[in-house]
């Protein structure tokens, strides 16, 4: 029809040829400009997954509602990588993909490291602003104080994770995170690239995946939460497992591992062998 501009999404090969050109600013930004890009992310995904909290506390509370309280803060969640896909940010589970850039050679390997320790330094200082803004607001009193009790469980059951199996939800987590900033990149219309985001990351949540910089929010917030003995009381919590070494070696090392597995080998580079070395 006259007048009706038609946006064709990117094929496959051109997305990969969109993400290993990306890599190359994000390689050569400054280490100011990322970390402040960095933290803006940080506190987006927190932001998606308070209020992804604040809709599903009183269901996810509730073993026998608990499917239905994750697909509710599968609904909400994904709008903090919307905001960063959107807004402009600098994403660190995002940035796995950076390794397509490595492997066409138009980044070094020094520029990949710096980025991501940059951006996930920066990301974690993001995600701890917000929690501590949250626990000092006093939202998490709402319900009765549930809100507090179910931020302690999740931390709790975080930090509880066995090594290998937070490995592994690490890795399905950031395929999904990753497909869904591959598919945000193929699309040309906002509204796709909402939609492409938005299923991704609802699944990512529903499945009960596990997300580094997500983690830097909900870890930290339960552990604040924890300080408030009403909170623990209510759902009695064994809160002798929220430590920061917990934090940083139970959960943050596997999923972080995790992540850069599932995002940059099973998206990234397995993309990039198919449609640069498979005839």
């Known amino acids: 029809m006259e007048g009706i501009i038609t946006m064709k999404a990117l094929t496959s090969s051109e997305i990969l040829e969109k993400v290993s050109d990306s890599s190359i600013p994000k390689a050569n930004s400054s280490v100011l400009k990322l970390f402040l890009l960095a933290v803006l992310a940080g506190a987006y ?22 499917g239905l309280g994750k697909l509710v803060a599968g609904t909400v969640f994904p709008v903090g990588l919307m905001l960063v896909v ?7 589970t995002g940035n796995n993909l950076m390794l397509v850039g490595v492997l066409d050679k138009k980044i070094k390997f020094s520029g990949l490291v710096k980025n991501w320790v940059v951006v996930y330094i920066g990301n974690f200082a993001g995600a701890l602003l917000i929690a501590a803004m949250i626990n000092y607001s006093g939202l998490l009193e709402s319900g009765g104080g549930l809100l507090g009790a179910v931020t302690v469980k999740t931390a709790v059951s975080k930090v509880g994770l066995d090594f290998g199996k937070a490995f592994v939800l690490g890795i399905l987590c950031n395929w999904m995170v990753c497909m869904a900033v591959w598919v945000a990149t193929g699309a040309q219309a906002t509204v796709s690239k ?24 909900f870890i930290p917030a339960g552990m604040m939460a924890a300080g408030n003995d009403a909170f623990v009381q209510l759902l009695d919590l064994d809160i002798s ?36 070395k498979c005839k």
């Open 194 to 217: 909402i939609f492409g985001i938005f299923f991704c990351i609802c699944l990512f949540v529903l499945s009960g995946f596990e997300h580094c910089i997500a983690n830097m929010y």
């Open 241 to 276: 497992g929220l430590t920061v070494g917990n934090l940083l070696i139970k959960n943050l090392l596997p999923v972080t591992l995790g992540n850069i597995v599932g995002g940059g080998l099973f998206v990234g580079v397995m993309y990039w062998g198919i449609h640069r």
């Open 45 to 66: 995904i927190a932001f998606g997954g308070e209020a992804s909290a604040m809709a599903s506390f009183n269901l996810t509370a509730n073993p026998e509602t608990l």
């Open 86 to 92: 959107l807004g402009g940010a600098e994403l660190f």
